[in-house]
């Protein structure tokens, strides 16, 4: 819609309470637009949450082929006006006809608070490319919180080092690396690349000290098994249920499941397509028999597209922390967590024999080593070793550990 005086100032924030709300200039509704201001490409308005609301400007800057994309905050609603802003706009885009980088990267950058630097990151990269962004802005929430205000110039390591140590004793030891680490992608190569900071800035986050973390060897035990079956069955939501046996007969990550729609599913083929943080490489996922049927088993709701829809229309299951609970309580196995599952994938298709550099296809792992190998390593390498898999998870279910392989009556 077209930017007018009337919408910036009466529009109110719509979302999730989290993500940022954009409007951008255009040329709908053009009777109410003043018509020797034509709408200027690329020029928005962003509503914070809070209810702030600042005048943006997307554009992209390089070679063809080669380009960019950049946002520019022009300036806050209040403090300049939407005229002002939009002559800002105008002009920058004439910059760009002349291939020139309109604002260039110090002046891009001049007044960036880590708030609006870490929201830029998040919208330009994350979403587009990290698997993990749905993680990545719950993170951001609370880092916000501590040095959101903070101009990101003048962020050092000690207030990462306080930030790191306030969140071991909050959350444990193990987010608090994750968000150093997070902060640490903020500040890293595609934010230079983007534009969002100057390329010679350090990265205070690569100065902070870790935490030791305790690696974790945790499997579900083979008596497990039956007692976990049992405890999904019997769950009141068959939803969470399935989600929970779609994570244990595959090993992918929470987010893959959560977030997988019936376009990236071929029944017919078995698969399951993902897509990687390289959008040129998408992951295809193969299926065993009984995550098959898991599939085929689940309702289908008109309006929403995801494999495990959630409470809101058109959006998928946004955790299932309180049904994995109750599940792994009935169960007897209240030390067991979500992420166990790939490493019992991992150990049961090892148990088997099955071919090191299979199972780490078959897990996703990217490990540089056998990076050659993974170019060569086709689909039918694989197709088998997921359905022998679920042949021994459902056995095990069934309490039948003898037909496992290298078990004898002895055992």
Not at 301 to 328: C, H, M, T
Not at 346 to 370: C, S, W, Y
Request: aromatic residues 8%; contains cysteine.
């Amino acid at each position: 819609m077209p930017l007018t005086q009337k919408i910036v100032a009466s529009r109110k924030y719509e979302g999730d309470g989290q993500s940022i709300c954009t409007l951008w200039d255009s040329a709908e509704e053009i009777k109410d637009h003043d018509k020797k201001r034509p709408p200027v490409p690329g020029f928005g308005l962003r509503i914070y949450p809070s209810g702030k609301k600042t005048f943006v400007f997307k554009y992209k800057i390089g070679p063809p082929g080669r380009q960019m994309s950049r946002l520019k905050v022009i300036g806050g609603y209040g403090e300049m006006t939407l005229q002002n802003a939009r002559t800002k706009a105008e002009r920058a885009r004439v910059a760009l006809r002349d291939g020139n980088d309109p604002f260039g990267a110090q002046k891009a950058t001049k007044g960036r608070l880590l708030g609006d630097l870490a929201d830029d990151w998040l919208e330009l990269h994350a979403k587009k490319y990290r698997r993990s962004w749905k993680e990545d802005e719950r993170r951001i929430k609370y880092i916000k919180k501590a040095l959101g205000k903070k101009l990101a110039s003048e962020v050092s390591a000690a207030d990462l080092t306080r930030l790191h140590t306030k969140v071991g004793k909050e959350r444990g030891k193990t987010e608090a690396n994750r968000a150093i680490t997070l902060v640490r992608a903020i500040y890293g190569t595609k934010s230079r690349k983007l534009g969002l900071i100057p390329k010679e800035w350090n990265n205070p986050a690569s100065d902070v000290q870790l935490y030791t973390e305790k690696k974790r060897t945790r499997i579900v035990r083979h008596d497990e098994f039956p007692r976990l079956m049992k405890a999904v069955q019997e769950y009141e939501n068959p939803i969470v249920g399935g989600a929970v046996l779609m994570l244990l007969f595959t090993g992918l990550r929470k987010t893959d499941v959560l977030n997988m729609e019936w376009s990236d599913v071929d029944l017919g083929a078995g698969t399951v397509t993902l897509l990687s943080e390289k959008a040129d490489e998408p992951r295809i996922v193969l299926l065993s028999e009984p995550a098959r049927k898991i599939l085929e088993a689940l309702p289908r709701f008109e309006g929403n597209s995801y494999v495990f829809p959630g409470r809101k229309d058109g959006q998928p299951l946004n955790d299932i922390k309180r049904g994995w609970d109750a599940i792994r309580k009935a169960a007897g196995c209240s030390d067991l967590r979500l992420h166990d599952f790939k490493r019992t994938v991992g150990t049961m298709l090892a148990q088997r024999g099955e071919n090191p550099f299979v199972i780490q296809k078959v897990l996703g792992h990217r490990d540089e080593r056998t990076a050659r190998y993974y170019v060569q390593l086709s689909l039918e390498m694989t197709s088998g070793v997921m359905d022998r898999f679920g042949a021994d998870v459902e056995a095990l279910a069934n309490g039948d550990v003898k037909t496992l392989p290298g078990k004898t009556d002895d055992d």
